[in-house]
């Protein structure tokens, strides 16, 4: 399906998290897809349509730290699948599923270009969990048991040359030179945008945004 950027939440997919929060107990919405794609922006619309039913939880809270990355080898590639703590990401779901206490999950922050823990409270009585990230679908690299820990995952679609763009421009914004940014974008970010893409496939619904 096509979301109208006018309509920041088509009707379908508002019908859709209804139905999934009438069963009337707790359920985990993924939204899937390539850096740039408009993930975030997505879950927004959900949050702002159903405020007091649901909290965001980015998988991009389980970034490993930058500290981290270096003295592994692998921060001139973050973002790639194994630069994320894969494990301590499926805990969480299942804390969240089981929904017996207040969960509080990290959450990534851009500005520190690191995660912080205990970010995001998630209370117990919280009906819809959204989480978001590139790898909810994966099948490898320690991601392989998200998929069966969501009741119902979608992929988001952008066009090619909007999401680059728009990855550009958040790199440029987060401290990268214009040059710098637009290389991480057509390398290491496409690199794993080429990866998700393999993913789709395993989604239940596909959204096309933009």
């Known amino acids: 399906m096509t979301a109208n ?40 619309a959900l949050l702002d349509a159903f405020p007091a039913q649901c909290v965001v939880v980015p998988m991009d ?5 930058q500290s981290e990355l270096e003295r592994i080898g692998r921060a001139t590639r973050k973002g790639a699948p194994d630069t994320f703590d894969a494990a301590g990401y499926v805990a969480l779901l299942r804390r969240l599923r089981a929904a017996e206490e207040t969960v509080y999950a990290p959450e990534y922050r851009r500005e520190l270009h690191n ?29 392989a048991p998200v998929r069966g820990l969501l009741d119902e995952c979608w992929f988001v679609d952008l066009a090619e040359d909007v999401r680059i763009e728009r990855l550009v421009r ?16 057509l390398g290491p970010d496409q690199r794993n945008a080429d990866l998700v893409a393999g993913t789709a496939a395993r989604a239940d619904r596909r959204v096309r945004v933009g």
Request: aromatic share 4%; charged share 20%.
């Open 170 to 185: 958040r790199h440029v914004a987060t401290g990268k030179a214009p040059e710098a940014a637009r290389a991480w974008t």
């Open 115 to 143: 995660p912080v823990a205990g970010a995001i409270a998630v209370p117990v009585d919280v009906p819809l969990v959204i989480t978001e990230g590139n790898y909810l679908l994966l099948a490898d690299h320690g991601f």
């Open 5 to 44: 950027p006018a309509e920041p939440l088509p009707r379908v997919l508002r019908e859709r998290v209804q139905e999934l929060l009438d069963t009337g107990r707790r359920r985990v919405l993924g939204i899937a897809g390539a850096p740039g794609a408009g993930k975030s922006t997505l879950s927004a």
């Open 61 to 65: 809270g389980f970034h490993l730290a």
